[in-house]
């Protein structure tokens, strides 16, 4: 069984700066997804960024991109130039290849951006 | 927005009763999955139906159960309310179960009250 952990229940970011979300995993799997999604207030659950597994280059979407450091099973997100629009809860999730496209959520990141 | 829909929105319901969730896959998706949230947690996956058929579940009891329709919308039944089963609801629909159609989009959710 795989399991994903945030560590960081809360974070604030003032606008304009840039701010990094931390997300461990554990799996004995080597083919799989690593997903970064957003849960703003009140509104749908969407797709940020998507890692492979087996690809080192780091995916980058915008002003997103992440850090996934395989061996050490991190996969951090990276917001830059924060907007108020950022402000939201952030899942990281994986997902085994070949599975079924199964969803493992972490406990979320509340992020709050301020003016 | 995803183009996925799910009612209702919230429900309160009493200990023992038994509750009926419903969702309206996106056009052209043919897998649904339910995953529970519960208050202040990532998302915890129930199972998943794909052309009709459940194709994986998660740690739930066997009262959770579920249907996908010809027209892939999908319900999820809960019998023998618990206290614990208050949670946000969440479907997800994708295009299908190979590893290339990862992407899952999620409806709104229905927010659930067990008193």
Known sequence: AQTVTQSQPEMSVQEAETVTLSCTYDTSENNYYLFWYKQPPSRQMILVIRQEAYKQQNATENRFSVNFQKAAKSFSLKISDSQLGDTAMYFCAFMKRNAGNMLTFGGGTRLMVKP | ?115
């Open chain 2, 1 to 115: 927005e995803t183009g996925v829909t799910q009612s209702p929105t919230h429900l309160i319901k009493t200990r023992g009763q038994q509750v009926t969730l419903r969702c309206s896959s996106q056009s052209g998706h043919n897998t649904v999955s339910w995953y529970q949230q519960a208050l202040g947690q990532g998302p915890q996956f129930i199972f998943q139906y794909y052309r009709e058929e459940e194709n994986g579940r998660g740690n739930f009891p066997p009262r959770f159960s579920g249907l996908q329709f010809p027209n892939y919308s999908s319900e999820l039944n809960v019998n023998a309310l618990e206290l614990d089963d208050s949670a946000l609801y969440l479907c997800a629909s994708g295009l299908g179960v190979a590893s290339s159609h990862y992407e899952q989009y999620f409806g709104p959710g229905t927010r659930l009250t067990v008193t």
